[in-house]
Nanobody, 116 residues
Framework: QVQLVESGGGLVQPGGSLRLSCVAS????????MGWYRQGPGKQRDLVGT???????SYVDSVKGRFTISRDTAKNTVYLQMNSLKPEDTAVYYC??????????WGQGTQVTVSS
């Protein structure tokens, strides 16, 4: 059972930045891919972006150019750097991992609120 723990959420003004972290209980090299999802109030959980085992990244159009996913394999940590935040980015952000054993794991989520 892989544990994922997110942190770094909070309240930020429009145009501000936040960096979320997701620490895994085992090597992220064991993961085929890791991703960030978000769920806004009254909405379904949607993909934000992913990073593959090879380090390739992809993003949904709404965050391209503003959000960046990176990783530190030595720390078993994946990051989501969020810049130029907008009120519509307000959501609970979840870390996701797709293991090479075909299991999918989720973190508990961290709240991001963008408001003046």
């Amino acid at each position: 059972q892989v544990q994922l723990v997110e942190s770094g959420g909070g309240l930020v003004q429009p145009g501000g930045s936040l960096r979320l972290s997701c620490v895994a209980s085992e090597s992220i090299r064991s993961m085929y891919a890791m991703g960030w999802y978000r769920q806004g109030p009254g909405k379904q959980r949607d993909l934000v972006g992913t990073i593959t085992s090879g380090g390739g990244t992809s993003y949904v159009d709404s965050v391209k150019g503003r959000f960046t996913i990176s990783r530190d394999t030595a720390k078993n940590t994946v990051y989501l750097q969020m810049n130029s935040l907008k009120p519509e980015d307000t959501a609970v952000y979840y870390c996701n991992a797709l293991h090479f054993n075909h299991m999918t794991y989720w973190g508990q989520g961290t709240q991001v609120t963008v408001s003046s």
